[in-house]
């Protein structure tokens, strides 16, 4: 894993949501990896994107997601960052589901995109969105890092994935 940046003078209060009746984690402890991508404007009647989420316990695909965005973005940006926040809210269901089950979880879930634009937003604690659309998927994935619950880095769009899963 990629060092966490420090997030305390913009979400301070940032934690993870963890059950407070969970049981004692027990066995081998499990890593959750993820890849995220879209494919702008990908149909050619709405011009709606794709998202695409794979996401690994260990080794092993468990959770894959395909579905076509109910907004359509402007940018390419858009579209990624619409994917990743989608991709976040999978990663904390697993997250409670894995715990709720009794299984120990190492650190935060390495989420990877192949989008250089939403890494540096998503894990740059003073980068700045003007776009109020962007600006809330973005907010949404990046109180999850400065929890400690994803870290994002970069994938090349070579070994992504979750590129297939935005395939037609």
Same mark, same amino acid.
């Given at each position: $894993?990629? @060092? ?10 940032? %934690? ?7 049981? %004692?984690? =027990?066995?081998? @402890? ?5 890849? #995220?991508?879209?494919? $702008?404007?990908?149909?050619? /009647? ?6 695409? #989420? ?18 359509? %973005?402007? +940018? +390419?940006? !858009?579209?990624?960052?619409? &994917? ?5 809210? =999978?990663?904390? !269901?697993?997250?409670?589901? =894995?715990?709720?089950? !009794?299984?120990?979880? /190492? !650190? ?9 634009? #939403?890494?540096?937003?998503? +894990? ?16 949404? /994935?990046?109180?999850?890092? &400065? ?7 970069? %994938? ?8 297939? =899963?935005?395939?037609?």
């Amino acid at each position: $894993h990629e @060092p966490r940046p420090d997030w305390s003078d913009f979400h301070r209060d940032a %934690e993870e949501a963890i059950p407070p009746d969970m049981p %004692e984690p =027990l066995g081998e @402890p499990i890593e959750i990896t993820g890849f #995220v991508d879209s494919d $702008h404007a990908g149909d050619k /009647v709405t011009r709606r994107s794709r998202t695409g #989420v794979l996401l690994h316990a260990n080794t092993s695909p468990i959770i894959w997601h395909s579905k076509k965005q109910t907004s359509i %973005e402007t +940018s +390419s940006f !858009g579209s990624e960052f619409a &994917a990743m926040k989608v991709a976040v809210e =999978l990663i904390e !269901g697993l997250r409670y589901k =894995l715990r709720m089950m !009794g299984l120990p979880l /190492v !650190g935060p879930a390495c989420l990877k995109s192949d989008n250089m634009s #939403v890494i540096k937003n998503s +894990s740059i604690p003073e980068s700045v969105l003007k776009k109020k659309s962007n600006s809330i998927a973005c907010h949404c /994935v990046r109180e999850q890092a &400065a929890a400690g619950v994803v870290l994002v880095s970069y %994938e090349p769009t070579q070994s992504n994935l979750a590129d297939m =899963l935005t395939k037609a």
